[in-house]
């Protein structure tokens, strides 16, 4: 029945769509193809032919940005001239690809697979060898994990960058926050920005990580993961829990060709791009940071798709990159560890905040002690940034008046943190509902205060993201949740600095503090409110660095 369909749909395709503005690849061929899936409904790609006759090998990409631009078909172009077809793949109901538009829905194990569709069709086409690889970051990265549960047959390895496997975790919603207006606009990728709509609304239906969410969660699925994956995470990146997620979970979880099989390597880098770069924000590693991707793709798929006996499935599981401080000669870090597994056994280090504005492994003895300030979401601190702003200067942010900030004393010996870091925070509002965003930082002898790491959690998520409870209006409320991935070692003369707050837009969206649901289409002004950090004897906050012997 497999073979019958995939010959239909083979049979169905419309080989020649609408053409592409016309770019010079050199000896490679490019042609615009409509892939139909099994409803009938066509998928724009791009497909690449490298040089020569001959049956080739297949790799493709979905997402659900344009794949149409020119610098996206001339990477393609030449990573096919290592001797595989290339196809560039947008999702459905984005740009030329048809059908309606619901975000990543139509690639998972519901009654649409586009993913397993368009893979399966690659292998049937009198080009193809047969053999399947899948690469891309972030959204494609997403599609890669939702495509391996679907486990279709010619798949044969993948290499995805800077992953993820929850869409409510890491997409949709960060810490239970909401970015609406992010959302809003993304809705330009929509063939019919109708769709974008009516699925942002079926998302305020379900603000809690309920089962609509878990049917968009590929953590539940490892065991159905079956294959070969390289995978690229990247120390300045929220998604880089994604990237080590994928790899713990395929390689101790996934089918007989996935665990003990997977491969993951973290570095000093942002999410996205290739290659993968030593010029990282405000800073400059070593020549040894830099990574060429495609360079090691390639290698990676002649062995897995091609047979090539180059070794690429014997290096060691895990690298590393233990990062240092820039720019200071003799520092230590800035080098390449290698590992059977990840993480690292570590020891657990509590860093209390202190009442004088330090940070202390000493738990703090005052017996009331707190630090407030004001959150309005009508005048929110400024965070002008897109995406994370790792890697650079935070002291603008720290230094606004509703901001407040952690340092411990100058650092006698360097200090080395490997691992996840974790935030346990005592807090209270005069508001039923706001949110806290814990950031941690590389204080620099010349007052640079570099951001590693920062993460949010919305207060009514404090007991999970699974249900809310609002807060009591000034009732003291734990909050724990991680806050990153790092690998560090923060060199004698530096310091370790804590900041917390609760607006900085546009990066963090306002929370309006009301405590009523929050709607991508009602805006209500929101109020304002005190929020506390506690610390003293009793209520202890902290964040808890691993720290390696």
């Given at each position: 029945m497999r073979h019958a369909l995939f010959v239909l749909l083979t049979a169905c395709a419309s080989l020649h769509a609408a053409s592409p503005t016309k770019l010079d690849f050199g000896p490679v061929r490019e042609e615009h193809i409509m892939i139909p899936m099994r409803d009938g409904k066509k998928l724009s790609a791009y497909v690449f032919f490298p040089p020569g006759e001959g049956k080739f090998p297949a790799i493709f990409e979905q997402r659900y940005a344009d794949i149409s631009s020119a610098g996206s078909r001339k990477a393609a172009a030449k990573f096919a001239e290592g001797g595989f077809v290339i196809a560039l793949v947008n999702y459905r109901g984005t740009h030329e690809s048809e059908g309606v538009y619901r975000g990543y829905r139509g690639l998972q194990w519901g009654p649409l697979r586009d993913g397993y569709d368009v893979c399966e069709w690659l292998a049937a086409q009198p080009w193809c060898t047969g053999k399947i690889g899948t690469y891309g970051g972030s959204q494609a990265g997403y599609a890669q994990n939702y495509l391996a549960v679907t486990q279709p047959p010619h798949l044969v390895a993948q290499y995805m960058t800077d992953t993820g496997l929850s869409l409510y975790q890491e997409g949709y919603r960060i810490g239970g926050a909401t970015k609406?207006?992010?959302f809003i606009k993304g809705g330009?990728?929509?063939?019919?920005?109708?769709d974008n709509e009516a699925m942002l609304r079926e998302w305020d239906q379900h603000p809690d990580y309920d089962d609509f969410w878990k049917d968009e969660d590929a953590s539940l699925h490892f065991d159905k993961m079956n294959y070969p994956c390289f995978t690229i995470g990247s120390w300045f990146d929220f998604m880089c829990q994604g990237s080590v997620a994928s790899f713990i979970g395929r390689n101790q979880h996934g089918g007989p060709n996935s665990r003990g099989q997977q491969q993951l390597i973290i570095g000093p880098w942002l999410h996205g791009g290739y290659p993968k770069s030593n010029k990282i924000g405000e800073l400059v590693f070593p020549e040894n940071a830099f990574f060429d991707v495609y360079a090691h793709m390639t290698?990676?798929?002649?062995?897995?798709?091609?047979?090539?006996n180059n070794g690429i499935e014997k290096d060691t599981p895990v690298k590393y990159y233990v990062m240092g401080a820039t720019g200071e000669e003799g520092a230590p870090g800035n080098v390449w560890r290698e590992?059977?597994?990840?993480?690292?056994?570590?020891?657990?280090a509590d860093w209390f905040l202190q009442p004088d504005g330090k940070l202390a492994p000493a738990r703090p003895s005052a017996a009331k002690a707190s630090t407030?300030?004001?959150?309005?979401?009508?005048?929110?601190?400024?965070?002008p940034y897109a995406g994370f702003p790792g890697a650079k200067d935070a002291r603008g942010f720290e230094e606004q008046a509703?901001?407040?900030?952690?340092?411990?004393e100058v650092l006698s010996q360097p200090l080395e943190v490997t691992g996840r870091i974790k935030g346990e925070v005592f807090v209270s509002s005069t508001a039923k509902d706001t949110d806290f965003f814990l950031r941690v930082t590389d204080l620099y002898p010349d007052g640079r205060s570099i951001l590693l790491v920062d993460y949010p959690l919305r207060a009514r998520y404090h007991e999970g993201f699974d249900h809310q409870k609002l807060l009591v209006p000034g009732e003291v409320t734990k909050l724990s949740w991680d806050i990153g991935w790092?690998?560090?070692?923060?060199n004698k003369g530096h310091?370790?600095?804590?900041?917390?707050a609760s607006t900085g837009a546009p990066y963090y969206e306002p929370n309006p503090q009301t405590g009523a649901p929050i709607s991508h289409f009602i805006t209500e002004p929101g109020v304002s409110a005190i929020n506390t950090i506690w610390h003293d004897s009793n209520h202890a906050s902290k964040v808890i660095l691993p720290m390696l012997p």
């Open positions: 609406p207006q992010r330009s990728v929509a063939r019919d920005i109708k290698k990676w798929f002649n062995h897995y798709l091609k047979g090539e590992a059977k597994d990840f993480p690292p056994a570590s020891k657990a407030s300030y004001l959150s309005d979401p009508v005048h929110p601190m400024s965070l509703e901001v407040r900030t952690w340092t411990t790092v690998s560090i070692i923060f310091r370790i600095r804590v900041t917390i």
